[in-house]
């Protein structure tokens, strides 16, 4: 078996191609390597060699272990999954008509959402630089469509005193007001020679120019007057009325200052929330179905690992159905165990006191979502917005988000709230009716049709779902130095995959590259 | 027959429904009229009566000519449509297998794509605020998807001598760092009392707090030192390694401020090109068939309007079919004349000579753009880019945009050149083959296995394509003061409608928005 030699380092590696096939070459390979976005978390490590003869539990047919089995697979390797639901992917999950979830001492639920309409209320974006989730997607053909994270269209809106409290303003009004001032109040001070010591007098002519176009001040004596870009009064059209359309008028800076609208936005979005944001056409879970085609065969269903043990020569895991009773037991060489650690802790196992009280140390993230179906989408028809989120500052609700399918169809599933931590806490103790309540009751004040289009709801608490028991690995300073090395290294025959085992906790990105991680230690380990 | 009275304005309107309903119907009623975005751009008038036993002959069946027939039509109007291509649409075309251009004095051209690419080598955008656009879309269902028109991800390339020349840069990086120093630069000056007399000490908590946020400043020294939503040296995975990544570094203050490439962006984008961006599935095409299949049955094609008379009855049309043979004359009420005024300069009419003048005195952009078939979707696979535009400074080239459809499908078709005026004309005067050279140059120093993906070309110079003879009216200054109410105004019984009568130059929806203006005339004058 060969793994790309860590002795040769990509500095190396780069000079030794630039050695034999000049600068084109060079500028290939960087592209190839994808220049910021290094090959280990972009494609599977290319192992070979192969592994027949040897078999791996892998403990959970989400992601992470649909992953390592479908690339444990090709190289031979005997992959027995065992998966607590009666579904393969984990929280790669998607809610449509008779999707049934049923949380820890809640009510039975069953998705009655109009045939193509869904929620994602596990995993809904893929940022364009999650190439290891892109890297199964273009492998599988699993179609995908661009999903709007940013919609500048969309509306902010706060409930509060100050005067932009309690009203909808849209995004890009925020953002070109904010800037235009402050671009204002900086070319001002340039011109007005505060800045000297800081700047030469070629620099000032540079930035000055910058923040007019940037604030788009006037030339002339370097005033904000407003921006075509936030919106206008009355929109141009045709003839002469309304011709040219009316300007609108700019928010104030005091105002704005006041209100913290700002924080809204900064400069560039986070790495992870930046477009281009993907979602598989018709939901999520085609991505874990696509999995499941490959390694599905493999696959024991509500089954679960009751209890884990292991010699110098393998490992068992007694596995039990899900009302309780013996189901068999599996043994191989090795365990790949992606079994969220929340529900880990629980699990029979004989790993080590310090084991132990690592993976009980990482908490897991509450996390809600709620679908709410819509007879008619009104954020398009009466409001203009097509898809992204409309941020509140109500407890509970978080971002309204408005879905990127099925534009100008007739009706739509929105996302009622996204909360977390002591908020999703708090809501998740509400009935199912409750909460669909509490959610109507936030959007109708800002969508007036918000109630009266309402049709049906689902919801999920992701902190009461058996065998996630969290949203994600919520991992904590000291946890991420004392634990996380420990938890990587696995014991003995038993690694630990998924997205706990990243720095991209929650994401699909996570489970994968921590999955290609986990099986190459595997794969040497057994051809060492 | 009604439309609405325009006695009763907007306001007093708004007032009665709030003196009945209450200010939740007021703002659901602000709501349906769009507040910002008026009734007039994102519906038909509301036409009432009928038109039974009247007859308007429109020339030219685009978008303008087939929205004035469709809308005339549903009231009963007799409408008879001309059109000098074999095909209805005008300028709204897609270049697909088979399809076939010739330009004036240039070579017959076959698009050979294959099966299932496409160039929408017309209009291509529909921004979230063109609601007339999107009204027809709804209205006859054609699919839409988003057209990526904003990727941060992209690159900006310019040739030139400065640091930051000769290299690929991200915008997000430009983006992210200009703001940073700027936010660094104002926010020092800020802290060492240089603005006293512009802010309260209050406002300099606010404005510190938000340029700590907007720029990512060290709230500690209020320095930019770099931001992870610019990319990472390496990005964070599972493990240790890359666990959270290595984060990248700023390009300096002084460099981007020379290099001038703060001006690839602004505070907000300009309003047209904002997200959300739609185009429809398959093409563009799709909005020009879907108005054929409503009106087509009364269009003749491949006809030219060889002369316009008129009396105070009526409106006679002289036809010619392309050889220049007599095709039978058209009588009718009225004439809605859609024929960009590039063109109808140069048909035989009664028009006043002020009227002629004036048509004349409307300058028409010459344009150009290229479709590059690529077998291989290297900007996905080997840079990450998903759509938007690579920014150049290349003469000629301008923009180099990456399709926004079949995302990690095998092959792709790019827009190699989007040029306008000189640097257009200048390139058309190119052959075929020279143009997809002069092109494929362009994109080699930007992506190596540009020249190597390459498999076919389409071309189009819009000022050379018969009956169009420009990308679109070019108003100066002078035409929009003097020429434009004149032709507004129409010639008794002809009225002008097209892109060209409207604020929207050169796009759908001031086509369309001109219809819906010019046909609410005819009905008022024939109904008066």
Redesign the interface.
Known sequence: MTVMPKSLSRREFLYRVAAVGGT?LL??TL??W?G???S??SAPPRLTGNGRGRTVIILGAGLAGMSAAYELGNLGYDCRLVEARSFAGGRCQTARRGTTIKEYGGEAQTCDFDQGLYLNHGPWRIP??H??V?YY??LF?V????M?N????SYVYREGNDPLCNRRIRQ?EI??D???H??E??A??VKNN??DQ??SA??KI??L???V????LSRSDLQYRG???????????????????VP?DPLGF?DL??S?L??V???????WQ???M?QPIGGMDAIAKAFERRVGKNIRYSTVAHSIRQSEKGVSVELRDLAGEPAGTLTGDFCLCTIPLSVLGAVDTDFSPTFKQALRSVSYAPVGKIGLQMKRR?WEE???????HVRTNFPGIGSISLP?TG??TQKGVLQGYYNFEGEATEISAMSLKERADFALAAGQKI???YRESFESAFSVAWHRIPFSLGGWADWSGAARKSAY?LL?EGEGRVLLAGEH????PGWQ??AI??A??QIEKIHRRLHA
Chains 1, 2 share one sequence.
Do not use: C
Request: proline share 5%; net charge negative; no cysteine.
């Open positions: 084109g500028l290939t592209n190839a994808g910021e976005m290094q280990s978390t364009y630089n190439q290891s892109l997607t273009r053909q179609p995908l469509e661009i709007v940013d919609n500048d269209t890009v953002k070109a904010m800037r235009g402050v671009a109040l900086l001002k001070a505060k800045l800081d700047l070629d620099d540079l930035l120019d910058y923040l176009n940037e604030g788009n921006n075509e870009g936030r919106g206008y009064k009355v929109n141009p059209g045709a003839g002469i009325d309304p011709g040219p359309g609108s005091a200052l006041a913290k700002g924080h936005y900064s400069a560039v979005h986070e790495f930046q477009a281009t993907f009104f009466d409001d203009f917005i097509y898809g992204g990127s534009w100008q969508f007036p049709a090395p990587l085992m990243s720095y991209l990105a996570g590259e921590s290609w991680q």
